[in-house]
């Protein structure tokens, strides 16, 4: 995590290979400052809890994300790992399959999944590829991962599970079964969400930032 001790010897060795992790969580502190209007103190990281789903007919969030899929609910997690309040919506009850889609992940997407705290738990379920073959009649190139680093192939349903369990944990609500049917709107601005949930019940959700990760 950031608050990781380290001899100053290895400092600088570390800040290299970390530095994408680091930048994105830079990021995601001044998004929710942004939101807040306020400065950044540093990443909060929650304890795992399980699933708490919190329904209520208007509600006021810092983010609202539609969609809870691999865009999703990694974005959703690294906001709230910040500090911000989110909400995830999806349409479809979770956990389920994307029959039409699978998810190679290669080893950048890994490190990623290991930010999150997922890494290990997908390639358990997934063998490892460490030669990618690209093949046009009878020529082809193979490509090998350098120091035998390896891409993975989990079913959807496993590693969107797990992502959407870690947005949870994070802090994060998830509402499966909600369709998002319009947008609430400020003026010219979108100022949140109006979802009807399976049951045909209408909320609104009113946030400072819509995200919109369901891949329309």
């Known amino acids: 995590g950031c608050q990781r001790s380290l001899a100053r010897d290895d400092r600088s060795g570390w800040e290299e290979a970390n530095a994408p992790r680091t930048a994105r969580a830079g990021r995601a502190l001044a998004t929710v400052a942004r939101l807040r209007g306020t400065t950044p103190l540093g990443i ?7 699933w708490s789903v919190i329904m209520n007919t208007h509600s006021r969030h810092d983010v609202v994300i539609v969609g809870a899929r691999c865009a999703g609910a990694t974005l959703a997690t690294f906001l709230a790992r910040a500090g911000a309040s989110v909400m995830v919506l999806d349409k479809d009850p979770l956990r389920s399959d994307q029959i039409l889609s699978t998810h190679t992940i290669h080893p950048p997407g890994i490190d990623v999944l290991d930010e ?8 358990a379920v997934a063998p490892p590829t460490y030669l990618v073959r690209l093949r046009k009649n009878s020529a082809f190139v ?5 120091d035998r680093r390896a891409e993975y192939c989990p079913r959807r349903a496993r590693l969107d599970g797990l992502l959407q369990d870690a947005a949870v944990s994070a802090g994060v609500e998830v509402l499966d079964r909600t369709r998002v049917t319009s947008l609430v709107r400020d003026g010219d601005r979108v100022a949140g969400v109006r979802p009807t949930r399976s049951a045909g019940q209408e909320h609104v959700f009113r946030a400072s930032l819509v995200v919109g990760a369901d891949g329309r």
């Open 44 to 50: 909060w990281h929650a304890a795992p809890t399980g």
């Open 116 to 123: 999150v705290g997922v890494g290990d738990a997908v390639r």
């Open 142 to 146: 193979d490509i090998e991962f350098a």
